[in-house]
């Protein structure tokens, strides 16, 4: 207690001389283990957030399918508001480096109502996450047993919800612990299976170039820089779309920000580690996604990418083909990818969970930290739990639930993040036009991201209200999207409204302030 009491007093006095650290005034120290994670350990952690492999294999097809040759144009359209925010997360962290990330930088811009929102809208977004991942490392986990034994039949255990929820449990009980042993663990993990899943995308990639001139490949097509234009031979709805499922695929580098108080420079690393994991990963998806297209085609029949009954993993479909024995391997690279993200996406959780308790947002066990592992202990655990029983009941009682809980996940993704960047607008506001780098990065770039994933989020509300939706489900006539993916947020409204009766200090502004800056000029 004399600990913190010392911390809090010592970032007063600097905000006295200061005025670039007066956000951090009232930021408290939470016991984690600082100075832990570097640059290069940071975009690690990120690009095992995003599951680049998985992401791929899951989207690929669907993209092609939605707007053809233009996928890698869609690719960079989901890019471009990644990018933009990601800036404001940088600005923001430079000025309170807290793991709170969007709820703490929500909160000192728009206060506490808005800043406990967009903290929900993160949480729920990756309980719901670590639930898919789940499953899927469950899929490819039979799948590549299937292959490698060459017992097909072995494939179909993933469909028996018994056996199916038993090794789901295993997984999230594995990807708990590890992440219970602290963060070097997961660091020195993250190594091996971000490493193993990149190498073999560009064994895949330069395999799929040297098949396309091959004789015995006929759906082989040409390169043009036509694929790249995403305003030409597109209709808006198909643009739409594609968008929302390219944002999809870049999301999770916002990890690098929630480890922010366990990195080294911790008002500078985060904000780059997380514009060079969205760069990192818009260049593998451009890469792969260029190959497959020139090595399959977009046809819908064989290993076309256009071809439905692959379109859910077109890996299976070209892994074969392209590496024969040795397509193996791409399987297990997907089962790394979503394992290693099922494991490091408990990190933005758990931290999250540690900083809302810290705050006195939610009960204060949450703030609880491990003693020897320095770790959030109880929000840890409390994310494998909610994970666990998150995916049990949904699976066994629907997977069309699963399936359109997902599809609404778009909606809560596009929500904290775009809050998040008009934070980093309305936080700087009174020096946005103090100088030329102010003005592009606390200003334009950020505002720009925001508005985008704002009208995405408009549009994905607007278009899930139809009963067609995803699966076709629907309840009194409405999209079971739009009532799981609004549910959501008002469930969040209601459960702060509980929070504010009985821990009422954080929503008068005494844990966590509101807060406008000094004039501070960009270096």
Same mark, same amino acid.
């Given at each position: 207690?004399?600990?913190?009491?010392?911390?809090?007093?010592?970032?007063?006095?600097?905000?006295?001389?200061?005025?670039?650290?007066?956000?951090?005034?009232?930021?408290?120290?939470?016991?984690?283990?600082?100075?832990?994670?570097?640059?290069?350990?940071?975009?690690?952690?990120?690009?095992?957030?995003?599951?680049?492999?998985?992401?791929?294999?899951?989207?690929?097809?669907?993209?092609?399918?939605?707007?053809?040759?233009?996928?890698?144009?869609?690719?960079?359209?989901?890019?471009?508001?990644?990018?933009?925010?990601?800036?404001?997360?940088?600005?923001?962290?430079?000025?309170?480096?807290?793991?709170?990330?969007?709820?703490?930088?929500?909160?000192?811009?728009?206060?506490?109502?808005?800043?406990?929102?967009?903290?929900?809208?993160?949480?729920?977004?990756?309980?719901?996450?670590?639930?898919?991942?789940?499953?899927?490392?469950?899929?490819?986990?039979?799948?590549?047993?299937?292959?490698?034994?060459?017992?097909?039949?072995?494939?179909?255990?993933?469909?028996?919800?018994?056996?199916?929820?038993?090794?789901?449990?295993?997984?999230?009980?594995?990807?708990?612990?590890?992440?219970?042993?602290?963060?070097?663990?997961?660091?020195?993990?993250?190594?091996?299976?971000?490493?193993?899943?990149?190498?073999?995308?560009?064994?895949?990639?330069?395999?799929?170039?040297?098949?396309?001139?091959?004789?015995?490949?006929?759906?082989?097509?040409?390169?043009?820089?036509?694929?790249?234009?995403?305003?030409?031979?597109?209709?808006?709805?198909?643009?739409?779309?594609?968008?929302?499922?390219?944002?999809?695929?870049?999301?999770?580098?916002?990890?690098?920000?929630?480890?922010?108080?366990?990195?080294?420079?911790?008002?500078?690393?985060?904000?780059?580690?997380?514009?060079?994991?969205?760069?990192?990963?818009?260049?593998?998806?451009?890469?792969?996604?260029?190959?497959?297209?020139?090595?399959?085609?977009?046809?819908?029949?064989?290993?076309?990418?256009?071809?439905? %009954?692959?379109?859910? #993993?077109?890996?299976?479909?070209? +892994?074969? *083909?392209?590496? !024969? =024995?040795?397509? /193996?391997?791409?399987?297990?690279?997907?089962?790394?990818?979503?394992?290693?993200?099922?494991?490091?996406?408990?990190?933005?959780?758990?931290?999250?969970?540690?900083?809302?308790?810290?705050?006195?947002?939610?009960?204060?066990?949450?703030?609880?930290?491990?003693?020897?592992?320095?770790?959030?202990?109880?929000?840890?655990?409390?994310?494998?739990?909610?994970?666990?029983?998150?995916?049990?009941?949904?699976?066994?009682?629907?997977?069309?639930?699963?399936?359109?809980?997902?599809?609404?996940?778009?909606?809560?993704?596009?929500?904290?993040?775009?809050?998040?960047?008009?934070?980093?607008?309305?936080?700087?506001?009174?020096?946005?036009? %103090?100088?030329?780098? #102010?003005?592009?990065?606390?200003? +334009?770039? *950020?505002?720009? !991201? =925001?508005?985008? /994933?704002?009208?995405?989020?408009?549009?994905?509300?607007?278009?899930?209200?139809?009963?067609?939706?995803?699966?076709?489900?629907?309840?009194?006539?409405?999209?079971?999207?739009?009532?799981?993916?609004?549910?959501?947020?008002?469930?969040?409204?209601?459960?702060?409204?509980?929070?504010?009766?009985?821990?009422?200090?954080?929503?008068?502004?005494?844990?966590?302030?509101?807060?406008?800056?000094?004039?501070?000029?960009?270096?």
């Amino acid at each position: 207690m004399d600990g913190e009491a010392h911390d809090s007093a010592g970032r007063h006095a600097l905000a006295a001389h200061d005025p670039r650290h007066r956000a951090e005034a009232d930021l408290r120290d939470k016991g984690l283990s600082r100075g832990s994670v570097g640059l290069i350990s940071s975009v690690v952690l990120g690009i095992s957030s995003v599951a680049p492999a998985y992401a791929l294999t899951a989207t690929l097809g669907l993209l092609v399918t939605a707007v053809g040759l233009k996928a890698p144009a869609i690719f960079i359209a989901g890019f471009i508001p990644m990018f933009l925010t990601a800036y404001g997360y940088r600005e923001l962290n430079k000025v309170a480096p807290d793991c709170g990330s969007s709820f703490t930088w929500a909160t000192k811009a728009f206060g506490p109502y808005i800043g406990w929102m967009c903290g929900w809208g993160l949480v729920v977004a990756i309980i719901i996450v670590l639930s898919n991942l789940a499953g899927v490392a469950v899929s490819f986990f039979y799948l590549f047993i299937a292959r490698l034994t060459g017992v097909e039949s072995i494939a179909d255990l993933a469909g028996n919800k018994p056996v199916n929820v038993l090794t789901c449990l295993t997984f999230v009980a594995i990807a708990t612990l590890i992440a219970y042993r602290g963060i070097t663990a997961t660091e020195r993990v993250q190594y091996i299976l971000v490493g193993f899943q990149m190498v073999m995308l560009v064994v895949f990639v330069v395999m799929l170039f040297i098949g396309i001139g091959r004789a015995d490949n006929p759906r082989s097509i040409g390169f043009s820089l036509d694929w790249f234009h995403p305003f030409t031979g597109l209709e808006l709805s198909a643009f739409v779309a594609g968008v929302s499922a390219s944002i999809f695929a870049f999301w999770g580098w916002d990890t690098s920000f929630s480890v922010n108080e366990e990195s080294r420079d911790s008002d500078k690393t985060p904000g780059r580690a997380g514009l060079l994991c969205v760069v990192t990963i818009l260049v593998t998806y451009l890469v792969v996604a260029v190959a497959a297209m020139m090595y399959a085609g977009i046809g819908g029949e064989g290993t076309g990418l256009g071809n439905e %009954a692959t379109t859910d #993993n077109v890996f299976a479909a070209l +892994a074969g *083909p392209t590496m !024969g =024995g040795a397509g /193996l391997l791409l399987f297990l690279a997907v089962l790394a990818s979503s394992a290693a993200s099922l494991q490091t996406t408990f990190l933005p959780a758990s931290r999250t969970l540690l900083r809302d308790g810290t705050y006195r947002a939610i009960p204060p066990r949450f703030a609880s930290v491990h003693p020897r592992f320095r770790i959030p202990a109880f929000a840890t655990l409390m994310c494998g739990i909610g994970t666990s029983v998150f995916y049990t009941v949904l699976t066994i009682f629907s997977q069309n639930v699963l399936s359109d809980t997902i599809a609404a996940l778009g909606i809560m993704i596009c929500f904290y993040y775009g809050l998040t960047a008009f934070a980093c607008v309305w936080y700087f506001r009174k020096e946005l036009f %103090a100088s030329p780098a #102010n003005f592009v990065f606390k200003f +334009a770039f *950020p505002l720009v !991201g =925001g508005l985008m /994933l704002a009208t995405v989020f408009v549009i994905l509300l607007k278009d899930s209200f139809d009963p067609s939706y995803g699966s076709g489900a629907s309840i009194a006539g409405v999209g079971l999207v739009f009532v799981l993916g609004l549910g959501v947020l008002v469930l969040g409204g209601v459960l702060m409204l509980i929070c504010r009766a009985r821990y009422p200090a954080f929503f008068r502004g005494e844990t966590l302030a509101k807060d406008t800056p000094s004039l501070v000029v960009a270096d």
